[in-house]
């Protein structure tokens, strides 16, 4: 490769995560239209390295293409959330079953800590930030990444996290339920412990299913208020 393609190839994972963190943040509207002109200016790049970005961004499900409107920024759907978390509580609920097997005691006292970390956050902003953890910092990413299972590693932390990350970023942080969540990571974190591979798992799966019910009942909040 040569020293041009290098830059280019920089240049292109560059404006990626500009695009990423834009759309999870909501600077760009969901279901609003991706203008490359528009964001070629406002980058100050060429429409090569663009181009790429897009379709980067589009493989990981925040851009999608619809006939006569060109590339948008996803829009996410009730019923698309509602899948979305179904497939989180079966694959993670298998994740957590397998980093009993493979997890370290070095990660395991790093978790420790995060939860601890998490503990002091939701007194001091009322929790407010312990639904919006990104990367290395979100207790479930971690428990992933210990399954030390590549497809499941690329389903949940490539495909899906960054629209959980665009939920997250955008729905309203007052339905959140901080002080339980973090009793039930904890109570996550005791199984892990124990390397109890049925309870982990069992834990898992109905952490994620009340957070399920609990976007169910925000949208149906949202709905009602609009009518």
């Known amino acids: 490769m040569s020293l041009t393609e290098e ?31 528009e964001l070629a200016r406002r980058f100050g790049v060429s429409r ?7 379709m980067r961004v589009e493989s990981l499900g925040l851009i999608e293409r619809a006939p006569h409107v060109g590339a948008r920024v996803i829009a996410l759907s009730r019923a698309r959330l509602v899948e979305i978390y179904a497939v989180r509580e079966a694959l993670e609920g298998m994740a957590v079953r397998l980093a009993c097997e493979h997890i370290t005691d070095q990660e395991l006292e790093a978790l420790q800590q995060l939860l601890d ?32 299972n590549g497809t499941l590693i690329g389903l949940l932390c490539d495909e ?30 005791s199984a892990l412990r124990e390397r109890d591979a049925e309870l982990a798992e069992l834990l898992m799966r109905r952490h994620i ?9 925000q949208l149906n909040d949202e709905q ?3 009518v």
């Open 224 to 226: 009602g208020e609009s």
């Open 209 to 217: 299913m009340r957070s399920r019910q609990l976007i169910a009942q």
């Open 160 to 189: 899906l996290y960054h629209l959980l990350r665009m939920y997250r970023h955008q729905s309203q942080r007052s339905h959140s339920r901080p002080q339980q969540a973090l009793a039930e990571h904890y109570h996550l974190l």
């Open 117 to 148: 970390t998490h503990g002091q956050h939701i007194e001091e902003v009322e929790g407010a930030s312990y639904f919006h953890q990104q990367g290395d910092f979100d207790f479930h990413y971690r428990i992933i990444q210990a399954s030390r």
């Open 7 to 37: 830059r280019e190839l920089t240049k292109s994972e560059n404006l990626t995560e500009q695009l990423i963190d834009l759309i999870v943040k909501g600077e760009f509207a969901a279901g609003s239209k991706i203008s490359e002109p």
């Open 48 to 54: 090569g390295p663009l181009r790429e970005a897009i």
